[in-house]
């Protein structure tokens, strides 16, 4: 008999996972990397008999379905896309321990042909967890086109398993595979997995450790005995996901095997057994692969030999970051222009509308000037921005450069005993802080993820970059003229970046080390390789994904700001507004750290958004009623010396203006990502204290030196 998938059609769809599995004869888990080609071998296979959901307790989607093959029903499970099992993801955990405790009759593994290596990791990891593993050579019509033959014979006579070749698009080619299945689930096929062999301490401990095991665990469950290794291997690097998940299904006190063993260097051991696997998936790789042209393969490496490397890696990331920035500050411009001539339009309407319907001045002046001119202003120097910074960044995401970066970085972030992929959500947060804190979910420890999130405002976000280059360009470039004044201007944004960065390391070190102890994790990295970005999908993530999220969650924020700036500047008390009495009550403290009472009351007052700071500082300057744009500012550099402004005060709001709380966008965000206010207060702090100490030491130096010279 052929094989079938849509013979009942949608009645099998809608019915829940427990009762496919009663109808089916055998269950089949289907695991393999993200982009491999798996969601269409399952297509393909299931066709119409098809039941999605989430994981319980999990929103991770998931996806069920059956076909009929040789009169058998086969139930086809779609585990989530993973790179590995070793880690603590959502996706890997119920990828792990679906294969481990639900114990499918077997795991179809599916793997790119065009970057076997890179998938081989994840073979390996299967065939630790069960003897039942069929594997997929998937997308060999790419593999041709890129001139890759692989030897599918020797592959399955290496790892143990049968290898069966596909090309999804093509239904033909998966008649084979069916027929394994069914071989495989019949025991006409018995694969055995031939394991990676671990360095000799490794092994050792492993050999201990399942002899601790055979005593607890057989008693219970005697079909476990394939997973006294892949278990031995877990308590050696004791992950207290997996230790929770071995107690739940085995029944067994882990915390007291684990005392009676006694293991030391844990996360070296991890290392060695990452990288065992990483060498062997290499070395198989390199044995049943073969390329036609050979300058196809060597071009990846021969680009990661620049990128990666310790003299040409960071240049080459400064400058890229350099151009984006430099692109989105200038292409900025334009359009922020537009938009605010545009409201400015708009606002001349709504003032005659107001006037048509006589409505009382206070009204009309607290929707206009405080409501209104707060949301435009934040939209008009928010949105162009992002949307130029946010797909620039995309698009290297597509490209493969930034796990370059990351890779540049991790050595830098494991001293600081962080994960390197806080070099990937810190280089999300120049576009936003906001951004940044959303993409910490790739980190995989809770306790690394917390360090990233909290450390991300120490980098500075697009909101407050035109902040730093107005008061560098009117303060410090003024010395020179032309290209040396703008270089000069860039270098002193740079540096205070690179103090940002510098910061960012130290407060995650001092986090590792006190409030959020714990032993940091194996950073697997794989360099995926280089290839075409899709444009149409990178403006769809940048701009509806990003951008759009956080300009709406800023513009939530933006309308109760508008009013209490309003308010502030309003209300006259005893002849003076309420910001002068603010800014009066803040300047004692203000003046310590080489401020004054009406910066620190604008960046108060700019917790809605960071792009508000500078025309809420010349409105109290200017004991103005209203927000105020920089074009109406004949003389910017007159006017704060007029209040005072010196280099020191230049550099002193640079510098609190990279280092003090983040914008309410940001710290909303970091409240739902982190799960807790505590963490939002703690968020607010370090950042805040770091930029009062750092200007407090400015302040010190320079009156030092006034002092002796």
Same mark, same amino acid.
């Given at each position: 008999?052929?094989?079938?998938? !849509?013979?009942?059609?949608?009645?099998?769809?809608?019915?829940?996972?427990?009762?496919?599995?009663?109808?089916?004869?055998?269950?089949?888990?289907?695991?393999?990397?993200?982009?491999?080609?798996?969601?269409?071998?399952?297509?393909?296979?299931?066709?119409?008999?098809?039941?999605?959901?989430?994981?319980?307790?999990? %929103?991770?989607?998931?996806?069920?379905?059956?076909?009929?093959?040789?009169?058998?029903?086969?139930?086809?499970?779609?585990?989530?896309?993973?790179?590995? =099992?070793?880690?603590?993801?959502?996706?890997?955990?119920?990828?792990?321990?679906?294969?481990?405790?639900?114990?499918?009759?077997?795991?179809? /593994?599916?793997?790119?042909?065009?970057?076997?290596?890179?998938?081989?990791? +994840?073979?390996?990891?299967?065939?630790?967890?069960?003897?039942?593993?069929? /594997?997929?050579?998937?997308?060999?019509?790419?593999?041709?086109?890129?001139?890759?033959?692989?030897?599918?014979?020797? +592959?399955?006579?290496?790892?143990?398993v049968p290898v069966v070749g596909t090309t999804a698009r093509k239904p033909s080619t998966l008649k084979k595979l069916a027929s394994t299945i069914f071989s495989v689930c019949h025991k006409e096929i018995s694969p055995s997995p031939i394991c990676v062999k671990y360095h000799p301490t490794i092994e050792n401990?492993?050999?201990?450790?399942?002899?601790?095991?055979?005593?607890?665990?057989?008693? !219970?469950?005697?079909?476990?005995?394939?997973?006294?290794?892949?278990?031995? +291997?877990?308590?050696?690097?004791?992950?207290?996901?997996?230790?929770?998940?071995?107690?739940?299904?085995?029944?067994?006190?882990?915390?007291?095997?684990?005392?009676?063993?006694?293991?030391?260097?844990?996360?070296?051991?991890?290392?060695?057994?990452?990288?065992?696997?990483?060498?062997?998936?290499?070395?198989?790789?390199?044995?049943?692969?073969?390329?036609?042209?050979?300058?196809?393969?060597?071009?990846?490496?021969?680009?990661?030999?620049?990128?990666?490397?310790?003299? #040409?890696?960071?240049?080459?990331?400064?400058?890229?970051?350099?151009?984006?920035?430099?692109?989105?500050?200038?292409?900025?411009?334009?359009?922020?222009?537009?938009?605010?001539?545009?409201?400015?339009?708009?606002?001349?309407?709504?003032?005659?509308?107001?006037?048509?319907?006589?409505?009382?001045?206070?009204?009309?002046?607290?929707?206009?000037?405080?409501?209104?001119?707060?949301?435009?202003?934040?939209? !008009?120097?928010?949105?162009?921005?992002?949307?130029?910074?946010?797909?620039?960044?995309?698009?290297?995401?597509?490209?493969?450069?930034?796990?370059?970066?990351?890779f540049n970085l991790d050595n830098y972030f494991k001293k600081s005993c962080t994960s390197g992929k806080q070099s990937l959500t810190m280089c999300m947060g120049f576009g936003c802080n906001a951004a940044g804190v959303v993409g910490c979910r790739i980190i995989d420890s809770e306790r690394e993820k917390l360090i990233a999130i909290l450390t991300n405002s120490f980098v500075p976000c697009n909101g407050r970059f035109p902040l730093l280059i107005t008061i560098s360009s009117i303060f410090i470039g003024c010395y020179f003229t032309g290209f040396l004044s703008t270089a000069l201007s860039a270098?002193?944004?740079?540096?205070?970046?690179?103090?940002?960065?510098?910061?960012?390391?130290?407060?995650?070190?001092?986090?590792?080390?006190?409030?959020?102890?714990?032993?940091?994790?194996?950073?697997? =990295?794989? +360099?995926?390789?280089?290839?075409?970005?899709?444009?149409?999908?990178?403006?769809?993530?940048?701009?509806?994904?990003?951008?759009? #999220?956080?300009?709406?969650?800023?513009?939530?924020?933006?309308?109760?700001?508008?009013?209490?700036?309003?308010? #502030?500047?309003?209300?006259?008390?005893?002849?003076?507004?309420?910001?002068?009495?603010?800014?009066? #009550?803040?300047?004692?403290?203000?003046?310590?750290?080489?401020?004054?009472?009406?910066?620190?009351?604008?960046?108060?007052?700019?917790?809605?958004?960071?792009?508000? /700071?500078?025309?809420?500082?010349?409105?109290?300057?200017?004991?103005?009623?209203?927000?105020?744009?920089?074009?109406?500012?004949?003389?910017?550099?007159?006017?704060?010396?007029?209040?005072?402004?010196?280099?020191?005060?230049?550099?002193?709001?640079?510098?609190?203006?990279?280092?003090?709380?983040?914008?309410?966008?940001?710290?909303? %965000?970091?409240?739902?990502?982190?799960?807790?206010?505590?963490?939002?207060?703690?968020?607010?702090?370090?950042?805040?204290?770091?930029?009062?100490?750092?200007?407090?030491?400015?302040?010190?130096?320079?009156?030092?030196?006034?002092?002796?010279?």
């Amino acid at each position: 008999m052929g094989l079938t998938n !849509a013979s009942t059609g949608n009645k099998i769809a809608n019915k829940p996972f427990e009762t496919l599995k009663e109808k089916s004869d055998f269950t089949i888990a289907l695991a393999g990397n993200p982009n491999v080609g798996k969601s269409t071998i399952f297509n393909s296979l299931t066709g119409l008999n098809q039941h999605t959901g989430n994981w319980p307790g999990k %929103t991770v989607a998931s996806a069920c379905g059956t076909f009929t093959y040789k009169s058998n029903n086969f139930l086809l499970v779609d585990l989530p896309g993973t790179y590995s =099992l070793m880690s603590n993801s959502p996706e890997e955990e119920i990828a792990r321990d679906y294969i481990c405790f639900e114990k499918p009759d077997a795991t179809l /593994v599916v793997v790119d042909s065009t970057c076997l290596e890179r998938n081989l990791n +994840l073979v390996y990891q299967v065939m630790e967890l069960t003897n039942n593993v069929i /594997v997929c050579v998937n997308l060999l019509d790419e593999a041709k086109k890129k001139g890759i033959e692989i030897d599918l014979n020797k +592959l399955s006579e290496i790892l143990g398993v049968p290898v069966v070749g596909t090309t999804a698009r093509k239904p033909s080619t998966l008649k084979k595979l069916a027929s394994t299945i069914f071989s495989v689930c019949h025991k006409e096929i018995s694969p055995s997995p031939i394991c990676v062999k671990y360095h000799p301490t490794i092994e050792n401990d492993i050999e201990k450790v399942a002899s601790s095991l055979k005593e607890v665990i057989l008693p !219970a469950d005697e079909d476990s005995s394939y997973l006294y290794r892949w278990l031995s +291997l877990q308590f050696i690097m004791q992950d207290s996901k997996i230790m929770s998940s071995i107690e739940n299904h085995f029944n067994i006190n882990t915390q007291k095997i684990v005392d009676l063993l006694d293991f030391k260097d844990l996360a070296n051991k991890k290392e060695l057994i990452v990288s065992s696997i990483i060498f062997r998936a290499e070395d198989v790789s390199n044995d049943v692969c073969f390329f036609e042209n050979i300058n196809y393969r060597n071009k990846d490496r021969k680009l990661d030999k620049i990128l990666t490397s310790k003299t #040409f890696g960071f240049p080459i990331m400064l400058i890229l970051l350099g151009i984006i920035f430099w692109i989105t500050i200038v292409g900025a411009n334009y359009p922020s222009m537009l938009l605010t001539n545009f409201f400015s339009f708009l606002e001349e309407k709504l003032v005659w509308l107001f006037d048509l319907f006589h409505s009382p001045f206070c009204f009309k002046d607290l929707f206009i000037n405080g409501i209104y001119c707060t949301l435009t202003w934040i939209i !008009a120097v928010m949105l162009p921005p992002m949307a130029i910074f946010f797909p620039l960044f995309t698009f290297l995401e597509d490209l493969g450069f930034l796990p370059r970066v990351a890779f540049n970085l991790d050595n830098y972030f494991k001293k600081s005993c962080t994960s390197g992929k806080q070099s990937l959500t810190m280089c999300m947060g120049f576009g936003c802080n906001a951004a940044g804190v959303v993409g910490c979910r790739i980190i995989d420890s809770e306790r690394e993820k917390l360090i990233a999130i909290l450390t991300n405002s120490f980098v500075p976000c697009n909101g407050r970059f035109p902040l730093l280059i107005t008061i560098s360009s009117i303060f410090i470039g003024c010395y020179f003229t032309g290209f040396l004044s703008t270089a000069l201007s860039a270098l002193t944004v740079l540096l205070i970046i690179l103090l940002g960065i510098f910061l960012t390391l130290v407060i995650s070190k001092i986090l590792s080390k006190t409030v959020l102890k714990g032993r940091p994790s194996s950073f697997i =990295l794989e +360099l995926p390789p280089y290839r075409r970005p899709q444009l149409g999908k990178i403006l769809v993530r940048s701009l509806i994904d990003r951008t759009l #999220f956080v300009l709406l969650r800023a513009i939530y924020i933006a309308i109760p700001a508008g009013i209490l700036i309003w308010l #502030f500047a309003n209300i006259y008390i005893n002849g003076s507004s309420i910001l002068f009495y603010i800014a009066s #009550f803040l300047n004692p403290f203000a003046s310590i750290i080489g401020l004054d009472g009406y910066i620190l009351a604008a960046f108060i007052l700019a917790l809605p958004a960071n792009e508000i /700071v500078l025309p809420i500082l010349l409105m109290g300057y200017l004991s103005s009623s209203s927000l105020i744009s920089l074009d109406s500012i004949a003389n910017l550099k007159d006017i704060l010396i007029e209040n005072g402004w010196s280099i020191l005060t230049a550099i002193n709001v640079m510098i609190f203006s990279l280092l003090h709380f983040p914008c309410s966008t940001t710290l909303l %965000t970091i409240k739902k990502e982190a799960n807790g206010w505590k963490w939002v207060g703690l968020a607010f702090l370090l950042p805040t204290v770091c930029g009062i100490l750092v200007c407090l030491m400015t302040t010190s130096i320079y009156n030092f030196i006034n002092y002796i010279f």
